[in-house]
Each structure stands twice: as structure tokens, then as C-alpha cells.
């Protein structure tokens, strides 16, 4: 059933696609690694073993960085991950 097989390899890039999108939204640290560089925060999760297709990446990197700020500064405080030292990962 190649249609399953299919069905689930989408299931599971999408949920690659969110748990981007949450860490982007919910980590301090690689949220402003995102605004300096959209690419090399993307290729930065890839290498911890995000796996997305070239057009995921492509898209996930022209995100709106203050797109991502405000909808951070909307989630509570006890689900975010404070970048303490102000720096980047």
C-alpha cells in the first residue's frame, strides 16, 4: 500500500513542520538565531535531526521573525525557553 506509506511520510514531515514552528515560537535562543540568520537556525535543528523537504526548509526560512516574537510574547511564559546567558545556540 504505497498510499499509506505515503500518507505517513507526510504525516511525519508535518509533524517536523510544528515542532519547528513550536521551538521557533517557544526557545528565546534559537528564535533570535532565526532573525539573524533564517537558514542557519533551520540547518542548525536539521543537524539535531529535524527532518523536512527542501520546500519546508525554504518556507520555515521566510517566516516573519516579529511574526514569531509577537506570537511568542502571546504564549505564557511558563512554556518558554528564556535564552538566560543572551546568546545564541
Known amino acids: 500500500m504505497a498510499t499509506q506509506g505515503a500518507e505517513r511520510g507526510m504525516g511525519m514531515s508535518q509533524s517536523y513542520v510544528e515542532r519547528t514552528i513550536g521551538r521557533l515560537v517557544t526557545d528565546e535562543a534559537t528564535r533570535l538565531k532565526f532573525a539573524s540568520d533564517p537558514g542557519a537556525a533551520i540547518r542548525e535543528m536539521i543537524e539535531r535531526g529535524m527532518e523536512l523537504t527542501e520546500g519546508e ?19 505564557d511564559a511558563r512554556l518558554q525557553r528564556s535564552d538566560l546567558k543572551g546568546e545564541t545556540r
Open 57 to 75: 526548509r525554504r518556507s520555515l526560512a521566510s517566516l516573519d521573525p516579529e511574526a514569531l516574537n509577537r506570537f511568542a510574547r502571546s504564549v
